[in-house]
C-alpha cells in the first residue's frame, strides 16, 4: 500500500534516533473512535490526536500551531489562554490543513508539528502514558511508541490543554 512520503520520514526518524516503536496498517480511520478500535494493545487516552490551529499569541499576532492531546478529550480554550496565553483559537480549515502538512488528509495528520514548522503544545495528560500512538501521516497507518520518546524528538511545550 502507497502512504504519504511523511509515514516513512517519521518511521525513518525513530528508526535513525534506535527508538522503540510499532506499526498497524489498518482500514482507514478519521476519528479517535475509529483509531482506537483498530489499535491492539491501545486505547483512546494514549491515542494522540493532533489538531491544527490558527491562535493569537502576544508579540508575535496570528500563527497556525498544533495541539496534541488524548483521542478521548477535547481542548479546553480556557486553560490554553490561561496556561499559555494564546487567544482567538479556531481549527485550521481543510485547505489550510492541506497546505500546511503538504497534503496529508484531515484524520492523518501526525503529532509531529515540528515537520511542518507549527510550534506544538501537547497535554501533560497524554503524555503521563508510557505510550501513545496516532496516524502517521495517512488514515490507514499508525505508530506506536514510547511517550518520551516522543518528547525527544518533539520538544513541545507540555501543559494542561484539556
Same mark, same amino acid.
Given at each position: 500500500? &502507497?502512504?504519504h $512520503?511523511?509515514?516513512? =520520514?517519521? =518511521?525513518a526518524?525513530?528508526?535513525?534516533?534506535?527508538?522503540?516503536?510499532? *506499526?498497524?496498517e489498518?482500514?482507514?480511520?478519521? *476519528?479517535?473512535?475509529?483509531?482506537? =478500535?483498530?489499535r491492539s494493545?491501545?486505547?483512546? @487516552?494514549?491515542g494522540?490526536?493532533?489538531? %491544527?490551529?490558527?491562535?493569537?499569541?502576544?508579540g508575535?499576532?496570528?500563527?497556525?500551531?498544533?495541539?496534541? +492531546?488524548?483521542?478521548?478529550k477535547?481542548?479546553?480554550t *480556557?486553560?490554553?489562554?490561561e496556561?499559555?496565553?494564546?487567544? @482567538?483559537?479556531r481549527?485550521? *480549515?481543510?485547505?489550510?490543513? +492541506?497546505?500546511?502538512?503538504?497534503?496529508?488528509?484531515?484524520?492523518?495528520? $501526525? $503529532?509531529?508539528?515540528?515537520?511542518? /514548522? +507549527?510550534?506544538?503544545?501537547?497535554?501533560?495528560?497524554?503524555?503521563?502514558?508510557?505510550? %501513545?500512538?496516532?496516524?502517521? /501521516?495517512?488514515? &490507514?497507518?499508525?505508530?506506536g511508541?514510547?511517550?518520551e @520518546?516522543? %518528547?525527544? %524528538?518533539?520538544? $513541545?511545550?507540555? /501543559?494542561?490543554?484539556?
Amino acid at each position: 500500500m &502507497s502512504y504519504h $512520503p511523511l509515514t516513512e =520520514k517519521i =518511521k525513518a526518524i525513530l528508526t535513525e534516533g534506535g527508538f522503540w516503536f510499532e *506499526t498497524f496498517e489498518h482500514e482507514p480511520v478519521r *476519528t479517535s473512535e475509529e483509531a482506537s =478500535k483498530v489499535r491492539s494493545g491501545y486505547n483512546m @487516552d494514549q491515542g494522540a490526536k493532533a489538531l %491544527i490551529t490558527r491562535v493569537k499569541k502576544p508579540g508575535e499576532g496570528k500563527l497556525f500551531v498544533m495541539f496534541v +492531546l488524548q483521542g478521548s478529550k477535547k481542548f479546553d480554550t *480556557t486553560k490554553i489562554r490561561e496556561e499559555f496565553g494564546l487567544s @482567538d483559537i479556531r481549527f485550521a *480549515t481543510e485547505e489550510e490543513v +492541506l497546505k500546511i502538512t503538504d497534503g496529508v488528509l484531515l484524520g492523518g495528520v $501526525p $503529532p509531529f508539528g515540528n515537520l511542518f /514548522g +507549527l510550534p506544538v503544545y501537547a497535554d501533560r495528560g497524554l503524555l503521563a502514558n508510557e505510550k %501513545i500512538i496516532f496516524n502517521a /501521516g495517512d488514515k &490507514s497507518f499508525s505508530i506506536g511508541m514510547r511517550a518520551e @520518546d516522543y %518528547i525527544k %524528538i518533539v520538544n $513541545p511545550v507540555i /501543559g494542561n490543554i484539556v
